[in-house]
């Protein structure tokens, strides 16, 4: 993976935004991103999909939920990147953290 490819694959605030909760969580559920981020189902997929096809994340379905974590084979630059963007921009996620973060105690969906 190149730099240029990495940085394209995340030039969407909502891709960015569900990468780097992801990359805090370790995974997390379709929808625990759909309450997050509020945005339909539909549409967060669509982004984790173009996510999975940049090789950034991985998909494993559990029922009728599929979750998503960081792919292991991402080169450790490309790893330490989204760690220190997450952990440095905590203002950027503040509101999709805390609404994370309700959806995960109430755990109604999965």
Not at 23 to 44: H, M, N, R
Not at 62 to 80: M, T
């Amino acid at each position: 993976m190149t730099p240029l490819q990495f940085y394209k694959c995340m030039s969407e605030d909502t891709r960015l935004k569900s990468l780097l909760l992801i990359t805090i969580k370790g995974e997390l559920c379709v929808c625990d991103l759909t309450a997050a981020l509020e945005l339909s189902q539909p549409k967060v997929s669509r982004h984790l999909a173009e996510l999975r096809k940049c090789q950034l994340l991985l998909d494993e379905r559990r029922g009728k939920w599929v979750y998503y974590q960081l792919n292991p084979e991402l080169p450790s630059w490309a790893r330490e990147v989204l760690t220190l963007t997450a952990n440095e921009n905590t203002d950027f996620l503040a509101d999709c953290a805390n609404k994370l973060e309700q959806a995960l105690t109430a755990r109604s969906c999965c």
